[in-house]
């Protein structure tokens, strides 16, 4: 299958070294790493925050050499934060940056939203507010999904629905999605493939069910897998 | 805003206007029959200068104001209270100081580099992204250090002549300014406001963040510079010429926003058309106040948005952020 998106020399100074990744259509990547090992930078890098050296292309398109209106339709990020800086209406919010109004009802419809979508977003719930902020994301449809912790904060019924929902988007229209999560065992059900970062640098990249069985998750996590769950190393 | 609603502030801006070139009516009315020339000379020179300037002023500290708070993220911010206004002024009056009121040109650029040196010292000292305390705290600093040198450059003033022109000046007036000074405060103004009526999108955009803003394809560092240069410049301009006037800033981007569903980049449009109103109104409530002198428009618009001011802190204390 040819890469969708591919990246090279990806740099931010102190945080992320010199990283090449491409990702293929259809394909759901799932990047995994401790605290502060550079998987938030590696998204920043790849949808062009804090001024990264290196090059991205997505289905050929440059990022960096697109505006704004065009570049929605190539990715979107998701931050990790769920704070905001201005309250807005959670329906406004969802189209701020350029989705259509269709593609907004749509994903608040998917995200079931309907409720609160004339509500402003900081009187909503955590998980509400994840929600709003997720269907942000995905209304433009964009060919590039970046998305850091999706599934924090959502309780464990939409945890399943989000990272089933992703799954189905990119198989049927062939687009891709990198997503950085903690939960190694939600990784290892929905991911195609696994990607292990650890001083800002990737340290294994290939199937999640070979990559957890090998010997790279005690050695940069400290954990194992003992009796059917993780537990530190021993 | 919905076109219906420009339409209407559209409306209430041209009403606005004509009732500041014709009110008072009787004086002039009275002069038309015998000396038809002079008459004109009177609403042309004297009245259309005050009109015109009350609404570029206006203008300019409403979209200045709106833009500072979609910035900063914080409906407190505005040229007053990040020391914007004080720093233009203080600029000015050194200028003057050293060259006399009488060099529009030199005193426009001493005002403008004043509201530079003291946003940039904002931006220095509350960083980027700054929070509400902080922000309060630098712009109260630098308004200080900007209202003490101010005050220490009228004790120095070389003659009570010189003391009283600047005091009058800082009080904030729009009256006798000739057409000439109108043209020194409304290009650069209008330059301004043009300018940043142009930035609303990402100015909206900067409300997701500052990563997802340049996720989005916007630079943010730029965005931040052209902001700070831009409201100084108008502001600067403005103060230059009508000396110091308070609150619009503050005042107009909050009901702007009640017409965009509280998005503030796109509030910075109907936030210039309000703060035309706003201050043609209190140019018009001067005219009309029973004393024998007209009241200073400056003392007017503290007057009016001080209380307004206390209601929103008030307000926010119940964290029902505008």
């Known amino acids: ?234 | 805003m919905t076109r219906a609603v420009a339409a209407g502030l559209g409306l209430l801006l041209a009403l606005a206007f004509m009732a500041s070139l014709m009110l008072p009516w009787g004086a002039i009315a009275a002069l038309f029959p015998q000396d038809r020339e002079l008459a004109w000379a009177l609403l042309v020179e004297l009245r259309l200068p005050r009109a015109a300037l009350a609404m570029i002023y206006g203008a300019t500290l409403g979209a200045s104001g709106a833009a500072i708070q979609a910035l900063f993220a914080n409906p407190l911010a505005s040229p007053d209270l990040t020391g914007t206004t004080s720093g233009a002024a203080l600029g000015a009056v050194v200028t003057a100081y050293l060259l006399g009121f009488v060099a529009p040109i030199a005193l426009s650029i001493g005002a403008v580099a004043g509201a530079l040196a003291a946003l940039g010292l904002l931006l220095a000292l509350a960083g980027p992204r700054a929070e509400t305390a902080t922000l309060l705290l630098s712009g109260l600093a630098i308004s200080a250090l900007a209202g003490a040198l101010t005050t220490l450059a009228l004790a120095l003033a070389p003659s009570p002549f010189a003391f009283y022109d600047a005091y009058d000046w800082l009080l904030g007036s729009l009256v006798d300014r000739s057409l000439v000074q109108t043209a020194f405060a409304g290009v650069p103004a209008l330059i301004a406001i043009a300018w940043l009526l142009r930035l609303a999108s990402p100015l909206d955009s900067l409300a997701l963040g500052e990563d997802v803003a340049e996720s989005l394809g916007h630079d943010v560092l730029k965005l931040r510079l052209q902001i700070v240069c831009l409201t100084a410049f108008g502001v600067g301009a403005c103060v230059a010429i009508c000396g110091a006037i308070g609150f619009i800033g503050l005042v107009a981007p909050i009901f702007a926003r009640r017409l965009t569903r509280g998005h503030p980049g796109r509030a910075v449009l109907p936030a210039a058309m309000i703060g035309a109103l706003l201050l043609t109104a209190a140019d018009l409530a001067t005219r009309a106040a029973p004393l024998g002198r007209a009241l200073p428009i400056g003392v007017v618009t503290a007057l009016l948005g001080a209380p307004f001011f206390l209601w929103l802190v008030a307000h926010m204390r119940f964290r029902l952020r505008p």
């Open chain 1, 1 to 234: 299958m040819t890469a969708l998106v591919e990246a090279a020399g990806l740099t931010l100074p102190g945080r992320l070294s010199d990283t090449t990744l491409a990702l293929a259509a259809g394909e759901l990547t799932c990047l995994v790493g401790p605290n502060g090992s550079g998987k938030t930078s590696l998204l920043h890098a790849i949808a062009g925050i804090g001024s990264p050296a290196g090059t991205v292309r997505i289905a050929g398109d440059d990022p960096a050499r697109t505006g704004p209106a065009r570049r929605i339709r190539l990715l979107t990020y998701l931050p990790a934060t769920r704070e905001l800086r201005w309250p807005l209406g959670a329906r406004d919010l969802i189209r701020l940056g350029g989705a259509g109004p269709e593609e907004a009802e749509l994903a608040v419809v998917r995200l079931d939203l309907a409720a609160v979508a004339n509500r402003r977003v900081d009187r909503l719930s955590t998980g509400e507010r994840s929600r709003v902020l997720i269907a942000r994301a995905l209304a433009p449809n964009p060919k590039l999904l970046l998305l850091d912790e999706p599934t924090a904060n959502l309780d464990p019924l939409w945890q399943i629905r989000l990272m089933e929902m992703l799954r189905e988007d990119l198989a049927r229209d062939g687009r891709t999605a990198l997503v950085a999560i903690h939960d190694l065992d939600a990784a290892a059900r929905y991911a195609d493939r696994l990607l292990v970062m650890d001083g800002g640098r990737i340290s294994a990249d290939g199937p999640p069910g070979a990559i957890l069985a090998g010997p790279v998750i005690p050695a940069v996590f400290g954990i194992e897998r003992r009796e059917g769950t993780w537990q530190p190393v021993r």
